[in-house]
């Protein structure tokens, strides 16, 4: 009798779920993404396009909290973030009006290139 074994006691980690009280946008994060998507179809080059669109994919588009001023009519109408331009101004140039786009300076120093894609494991580029 009295055969006790077995019976170690396991000190499983008690899973503290109120340890991080991180919002889950789970449900209007798909729609958020195909606006922002969506938005992100005009008026720009595809370069910054895919910048982005990847900005989206993981989650890193930080919608901007007030405009910003446009780079041409100075006024405060910006309401995409990362862009230099309001969308009219950007419409009747016909330029791309991403922050820190590559054509808008023309400048042929490369390493400043945008570094954004850089994590993307964006490796199918042909040299
Ligand atoms: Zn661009
Ligand atoms: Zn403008």
Redesign the pocket.
Known sequence: MSSQKGNVARSRPQKHQNMFSFKNHKFDKSIQTQKINAKLHGGVCQHCKEVLEWRVKYNKYKALSKPER?V??L?R?VKDSYHI??R??AYDLEVCHRRSCRRNEESDDDSDFDTDLEDTEHNNQVN
Request: aromatic share 0%; hydrophobic share 10%; glycine share 0%.
């Open positions: 446009c041409k009519c006024q109408k331009m309001c009219p101004c």
